[in-house]
């Protein structure tokens, strides 16, 4: 079993969050991935500077200004201390975006047909997994920021949850094994009541989901979040979890 | 032949030099490591940030606030903004600080006999030729940034001439072939006369280093950048150049 575990800016941007985090995430046995966010640091340095971050629908608008500031704060400074971290927990870590050693291949998202220009967000076209498993298989921990190339230079601001995604995706075309997909987020998985942490959904199948979405118990952000999950089971990722920090066994599985 | 190519700060962080030096890496033939600095970027980031740059004989006092400054600039920026350009070049390369793949191991600077706390800066115990000689058996241009750890979960600012000649010292010491290292800076090479780029000195030996330093000929910053070649050479690299971007093969000549 190969195990790419997603963690949000929450986790990673709170020093005492991400030292639990990383104590949970040694224990995953087997070859890991682990993908991070970091959009409130970066909002807070873009702020910092004096630059306005513009968000439609939930998504970033990535000038080159916002480039700047997500190449630094992304791939350097929540990468690398992660990174960091890991070494001294026995764990030889590898930060990486998907421009390094060109492991994710993207293109500049093009004007929406609304006419909404997200910028330098990248769409992803395509994804190394032979590359991925290759430094799983010499026993390094490949630790991913949501960042890739365009082939023309350019780096490109991408989905941290979509290039968890993108990562297990690959790893299951190329690996005989299974591989697992686990969101982490600050509430222990679903909830059919977001206020009540103990109604907490054990599973949902894509015949729940729809019934969820339809009688408005799953609403909002956790739509795509579970439309990514799908989606990576009919691409041959075995099974999807969306949990917390400290039961990455438990949480919500979703299943075909 | 392995070439590691060292690239100052005034070069990566001008895009037009910086696609000048690129170019003419891409031409470099065989297996090549690319270190670069960052320090000018590093320096307008904090002041925009109001943070105070520290400097004692032109090291930089690394305090926490200048950590996650050089952790972004070095670390994510600029470390990245070559590897994208490197791809966009048919270059496959793969950008790293030491704490990756823990290739460079490190220790905090102890505080100076003169009471002077370097704050996050590393001085270097080893280096693991064998993992980057690995990556370039596969194909895999490290771009080396001037950072590593300390293996306690912390990040550590190493100087980017002591990273090259780390990095050369590593791979001679698991190559059967030749490694050559590169210090690129602005001028043609060592000069006679600063202020006549004709007066280039093609070959410095040991002896004639000392002469030159009696004489005056040699002085501040190239004192350091000298002794660091030597000491590559005593360490095993074949040969040291110090050298224009424009002119890879040229310069100066450093040999015992």
């Known amino acids: 079993m190969i195990s790419v575990i997603k963690v949000g800016g929450a986790v990673v941007e709170d020093p005492a969050q991400l030292a639990i985090l990383l104590d949970e995430f040694?224990?995953?046995e087997g070859p890991k991935v682990l993908v991070h966010g970091g959009g409130r640091t970066a909002t807070q340095l873009a702020t910092k500077l004096g630059i306005e971050s513009k968000m439609v629908g939930g998504r970033r608008i990535t000038d080159s200004?916002?480039?700047?500031?997500?190449?630094?704060?992304?791939?350097?400074?929540v990468n690398k201390n992660i990174v960091a971290q890991l070494q001294a927990r026995g764990v030889n870590a590898l930060g990486l975006t998907g421009a390094d050693m060109n492991i994710v291949q993207a293109h500049r998202r093009p004007i929406t047909p609304e006419g909404i220009d997200f910028g330098y967000v990248g769409d992803v076209d395509d994804a190394d997994g032979e590359r991925i498993q290759q430094l799983l298989q010499n026993g390094i921990t490949p630790v991913i920021a949501p960042l890739t190339h365009d082939g023309k230079g350019n780096m490109l601001n991408i989905n941290a949850d979509t290039m968890a995604q993108t990562a297990a995706v690959a790893l299951s075309s190329v690996s005989v094994g299974d591989v697992s997909l686990t969101y982490c987020f600050e509430l222990p998985g679903v909830l059919r009541d977001a206020n009540n942490p103990d109604s907490l959904i054990s599973k949902i199948s894509e015949s729940d989901f729809k019934n969820l979405v339809a009688d408005g118990t799953i609403s909002g952000g956790m739509i795509p979040k579970l439309e990514n999950a799908f989606s990576a089971l009919h691409a041959g990722v075995s099974s999807v979890r969306i949990t917390n920090i400290q039961d990455l066994q438990g949480g919500t599985l979703i299943c075909k």
């Open 26 to 28: 040694v224990k995953v």
């Open 65 to 77: 200004d916002m480039l700047r500031i997500v190449t630094m704060v992304y791939g350097g400074l």
